[in-house]
């Protein structure tokens, strides 16, 4: 159940890459703001997701089983609505 979380926050990982370096175009294209505060808010997710990797592969003997459920499905509902940002941006 670990292993699902991980693999997803990965993938968040990967999303977020790809929107930060289509903001990234926008930005110096354009000089939008609104573009600079999306860049802003992948790369916080991104830091995020970085640390939520570290923490379930460094820390994973350590969570109670019952909790496990509930990582997983917090990190495929991100995921989920990242893919429908993506999917907005592209």
Do not use: C, H, W
């Not at 354009?30 to 992948?42: D, N, Q």
């Not at 460094?58 to 509902?77: D, N």
């Amino acid at each position: 159940m670990m292993d699902i979380a991980v693999v997803f926050a990965t993938l968040n990982s990967i999303i977020l890459i790809s929107l930060l370096i289509i903001y990234g175009r926008i930005v110096t294209k354009t000089r939008a703001s609104y573009s600079i505060g999306l860049m802003l808010f992948a790369l916080f997710l991104l830091a995020q997701n970085v640390a939520t990797i570290y923490s379930y592969v460094a820390m994973a003997p350590f969570f109670e089983p019952k909790a496990l459920p509930y990582l997983s499905t917090i990190s495929a509902l991100e995921f989920v609505g990242l893919v429908v940002l993506a999917r907005i941006t592209f």
